[in-house]
């Protein structure tokens, strides 16, 4: 299988960039961030201090998790219900923020992820699959851009959804994001030796989207 790892922070344009380019190179689309935001919601719904690792780990036995991809879109099935729709909040990006530093969380979610890759072409956006989850992908490229530039994207996101945030609220969650997603001890959130970067703080997403499709048809042509 021919395997595209896009990883980066949060708000680099990277699910919408990773969507739109698989779907024009006729790829399946992955986003791991998804299976880590539906471990975060479970525990926020248990009433689980997300903080405390303990307590995490103890409600993975408890979680049954899958992706269906239905007419190219993504949907994770969090013990038989479609939870898609009920992880994008802000609550729930913290939450998720929180677990992805659990070690047990993320060999729970080690084998699926692979086991997609090996199942399908696919192209997957995450923060550690370059580095970890998928270190033989054909591909692998880094997408980033400033804080203040992801935070205003992601503003202006949550207004659209009728979110009640103030764009300062929204840079100080990416700020502490990022500065958890960098520095926890396990797959810490980098670039991996043989990443591209692509910087899209000046790009539009239609450039961004060129710009990961040119590196992908240097090297695949399908
Ligand atoms: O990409 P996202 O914003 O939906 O990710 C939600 C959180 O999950 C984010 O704080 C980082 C974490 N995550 C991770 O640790 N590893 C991944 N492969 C994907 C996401």
Avoid at 94 to 122: G, H, W, Y
Avoid at 137 to 151: C, N
């Amino acid at each position: 299988m021919f395997n595209i790892a896009i990883d980066g922070p949060s708000g680099a344009g990277k699910s919408t960039v990773a969507r739109a380019a698989a779907k024009q190179l006729g790829f399946i689309y992955v986003d791991t961030g998804a299976l880590y935001r539906a471990i975060g919601l479970f525990a926020v719904r248990a009433g689980a201090d997300t903080k405390d690792a303990g307590q995490i780990v103890q409600l993975l036995d408890g979680i049954e998790l899958s992706l269906k991809i239905e007419d190219g879109t993504q949907h994770v099935i969090m013990n038989g219900e479609d939870v898609s729709g009920l992880i994008r909040t802000p609550e729930i990006s913290m939450a998720a923020s929180d677990v992805s530093k659990v070690p047990e969380v993320r060999t729970f979610l080690l084998q699926l992820q692979r086991d997609i890759a090996a199942q399908n072409d696919c192209l997957m956006d995450g923060r550690d699959i370059a580095t970890v989850i998928l270190p033989d992908a054909q591909i692998k490229i880094f997408l980033t851009a400033s804080a203040e530039v992801r935070a205003k994207r992601r503003y202006l996101e949550l207004l659209e959804k009728g979110e009640n945030v103030t764009y300062g609220e929204v840079l100080d969650d990416v700020n502490k994001r990022d500065y958890q997603d960098s520095h926890r001890e396990i797959a810490p959130l980098k670039p991996s030796e043989q990443s591209v970067i692509v910087d899209t703080s000046d790009m539009s997403l239609e450039q961004s989207t060129e710009a990961v499709i040119s590196i992908v048809r240097e090297k695949y042509n399908k």
